[in-house]
């Protein structure tokens, strides 16, 4: 005995939700299945509609770049004042959010929204999904090159090779950079080239040799007539 007209037009907010007669039909919304728990005024004709509640809750929290890396666990503070403990995986961004579940409004089933801010770092910087490192060489490495041996997060390392004369070409090592479900970067070495302090007058002497036998050009003479 259902009138399908009827029955539609409850669904979907139609005019069926009139009082009396044996075909009257129940007005409610998917929100009320949810809010009204399959009762209470949901099911009551021309029953009034009640907007469903947020129940996710929303904090913010800061790590390192090394760990957004990593991944981390952080503890986050919720806007009662409680804690919990919240995973952050590896390959986060700046500004990214992290959803922890069911650490929303208590009892309602709600998520935990944490908005992860990144801390710059003095050694490493991050470029799309690729690690940037700015490692210092010496003078010898610098001009007769070498195998560099460069730490990244978590505790290994990596080693690359350093041609002669090439300082401040970025050294790329393949598929180290950050993982992400987007793909994985790579990390990019910047050599810079530490100069030696504190000389001794022999040594200064014998610079001062070098540079009488190996004139010095003029690096920036190329960068002064493309800015003239």
Do not use: C, M
């Not at 409610?28 to 509609?49: H, M, N, P, Q, V």
Request: proline letters at 6%; a positive charge.
């Amino acid at each position: 005995g259902i009138n399908i007209e009827d029955l539609l037009g409850g669904l979907f907010g139609g005019g069926a939700g009139g009082a009396g007669g044996s075909r009257r039909t129940a007005g409610f919304t998917s929100a009320d299945f949810s809010d009204a728990g399959f009762g209470g005024s949901g099911f009551g004709g021309g029953g009034r509609k009640r907007a469903p509640q947020d129940n996710n809750l929303s904090t913010s929290t800061r790590i390192t770049l090394p760990q957004s890396y990593t991944g981390t666990k952080a503890t986050v503070f919720l806007p009662d004042g409680t804690s919990t403990e919240a995973r952050i995986p590896a390959g986060v961004k700046d500004g990214q959010k992290v959803r922890v579940r069911g650490k929303g409004r208590p009892g309602t089933g709600g998520d935990l929204i944490v908005t992860v801010r990144v801390s710059d770092d003095p050694h490493y910087s991050r470029e799309g999904n690729n690690l940037v490192l700015r490692a210092p060489v010496t003078l010898e490495e610098a001009v007769n090159g070498g195998v560099l041996e460069v730490p990244v997060p978590g505790g290994k390392t990596v080693k690359l090779r350093l041609t002669p004369g090439s300082v401040g070409r970025k050294l790329r090592a393949k598929g180290r950079g950050f993982k992400t479900k987007s793909g994985t970067g790579d990390l990019l070495v910047i050599p810079e080239v530490h100069l030696p302090q504190n000389l001794s007058d022999e040594a200064k002497e014998a610079f001062e040799k070098f540079i009488a036998l190996a004139p010095q050009e003029n690096p920036r003479e190329d960068l002064l007539k493309k800015v003239r």
